[in-house]
């Protein structure tokens, strides 16, 4: 996969595209990151990217200028920019089904934009525009970084394990089935004797179970969005029922 990433500070990128698993997806040739700075594209003597609005208004607004011609050099030197991804609170809510699908993506161009918001002009070199959530960052760097790490992950070959990634939160729709490591009892605190068994169907049922419960008690609105298959919908009634399932 390649990334291109448009920033006013490139400098912010640098532990987290070095460290853990994005580092390593580098260094494994997984994936391959540039960063440009688009204020390197402007036209006037003081380097600002950002105006006054038309109309009047509080604030600062990226110019279109800069962002365009920025967008042409990372066009010319890949010969395409891939899905052009804006970070703006008005895009689609990043969640697991998104970073998904931008897993599966060839080559992925983020603008991570600052001030007040964009020359509207800018929205259309863009394919998608992405929001982390309903509050305001100062600025998309912080944005593009959780959204590359949730999708880097995602490629093959960049977990050490490849089970890891279907078995994650959200994966299923789900949470994640409580997990434990030795030793199996620590200050009396005990590992679920299920777990200890060695019967890996006992196992498998007892965590689609706990994945459920937790999901139920913690993140219910997530069940609206799935389809449960017919034992789950036993557990879950049984949930609200008694309590446990």
């Known amino acids: 996969m390649k990334i291109d990433i448009l920033s006013l500070f490139p400098e912010m990128f640098t532990g987290p595209l070095n460290e853990s698993i994005v580092g ?19 036209q006037n003597r003081q380097h600002h990217v950002d105006d006054y609005p038309y ?14 011609d920025a967008l042409d050099a990372v066009e010319e030197k890949n010969k395409d ?47 998608n525009e992405i929001s982390l ?15 590359i790490d949730a999708t880097v992950r995602l ?25 434990y490591t030795r030793p199996s009892e620590y200050r009396g605190l005990k590992v679920p004797d299920v777990l200890l068994s060695g019967n890996h169907q006992k196992i498998d049922d007892w965590r689609q179970r706990e994945s459920l419960k937790r999901t139920f008690e913690r993140r219910p609105d997530l069940l609206n969005k799935i389809e449960l298959n017919d034992m789950q919908k036993k557990w879950l009634r049984d949930l609200k029922k008694y309590g446990r399932s």
């Open 24 to 42: 390593k997806a580098i260094e494994k040739n997984i994936v391959d990151v540039d960063i440009t700075n688009y204020r390197d594209y402007t």
């Open 55 to 68: 109309g009047g208004g509080a604030g600062m607004l990226l110019q279109v200028q800069p962002l365009f």
């Open 81 to 127: 920019l891939g899905d052009v991804i804006l970070l703006d609170p008005a895009g689609r809510k990043f969640d697991q089904t998104l970073a998904t699908e931008l897993s599966m993506k060839d080559h992925l161009t983020f603008i991570c934009g600052h001030y007040e918001g964009y020359d509207e002009r800018i929205r259309s070199r863009v394919t």
């Open 133 to 147: 959530g309903d509050y305001i960052l100062t600025g998309g760097e912080l944005a593009a970084m959780v959204i």
């Open 155 to 179: 490629l093959p070959g960049a977990l050490g394990n490849n089970e890891s990634a279907p078995g994650d939160s959200f994966s299923d729709g789900l949470l994640e089935y409580p997990q």
